[in-house]
């Protein structure tokens, strides 16, 4: 256990509107991550941060924004929510011997109608 | 870039036989290699990595998978399927000198029959 929460666990919102989803840790990790999980996709990285302020984007980082003003917090935002964008979404942190493994968070099931 | 491709979309065995995912990798660098597992409506959890030590790596509930250079691949392995096995797999390459970078697979379903 990373010490890794998300939330909300569940929701779900309408075309248009904007959802923020937040991540947060308790061990001060300066790596975290955002994917979604799509069936046949596997995770694919939405965008990272390597420190507070510091972010970069992933492999489907359009129709997604990131935030980190805290080390123990990266919160994802959908601008304007769509339907290609109903996912499990996943938070990760960098941590363990080497710091080159990652642990993963319980999700967050997004569905946009 | 790295690239990850699982050979099995899905791999059905029956209980006590031996389980074999196959993955294999791309990478120009030095590779992390990890295995996952998702249960249904879980999160994902390590079951074990190569990170250059041993090539034969041993992992959490009897899992193992071999580092193999020559053939770019890190097939997972378990003598004896338990039903407590079924889930989602995932192979995810990283590359050590860019380890920011974590590229998965799309993953293998294993069914354990009773």
């Known amino acids: 256990d990373a010490g890794i929460t998300q939330s909300p666990r569940h929701k779900v919102t309408e075309t248009g509107t904007p959802v923020t989803l937040r991540c947060h840790q308790t061990?001060?990790?300066?790596?975290m991550y955002w994917y979604r999980q799509d069936p046949g996709h596997g995770l694919r990285l939405i965008h990272y941060?390597?420190?507070?302020?510091?972010?970069d984007k992933g492999e489907v980082s359009d129709g997604y924004s990131v935030s980190r003003s805290k080390t123990e917090d990266f919160l994802l935002t959908l601008e304007s929510a769509t339907s290609s964008q109903t996912s499990v979404y996943f938070c990760?942190?960098?941590?363990?011997?080497?710091?080159?493994?990652?642990?993963f968070g319980p999700g967050t099931r997004l569905t946009v109608l | 870039a790295q690239s990850v491709t699982q050979l099995d979309s899905h791999v059905s065995v029956s209980e006590g036989t031996p389980v074999l995912l196959r993955c294999n990798y791309s990478?120009?660098?030095?590779?992390?290699l990890f295995w996952y597992v998702q249960h249904p409506n879980k999160g994902l959890q390590l079951l074990l990595k190569?990170?250059?030590?041993?090539?034969l790596v041993k992992g959490i509930n009897g899992f193992e998978a071999e580092f193999k250079k020559s053939e770019t691949s890190f097939h997972l392995t378990k003598p004896s399927a338990h039903m407590s096995d079924a889930a989602e797999y995932f192979c995810?390459?990283?590359?050590?000198?860019?380890?920011?970078?974590?590229?998965f697979g799309p993953g293998t379903r294993l069914s354990v029959l009773p």
């Open positions: 061990e001060n990790h300066r790596y």
């Open positions: 990760a942190i960098r941590a363990g011997q080497g710091t080159d493994t990652q642990y």
């Open positions: 941060s390597y420190g507070v302020k510091d972010t």
């Open positions: 190569y990170t250059s030590a041993a090539t």
């Open positions: 995810v390459v990283s590359e050590r000198n860019y380890g920011q970078n974590f590229v």
């Open positions: 990478s120009s660098y030095s590779p992390s």
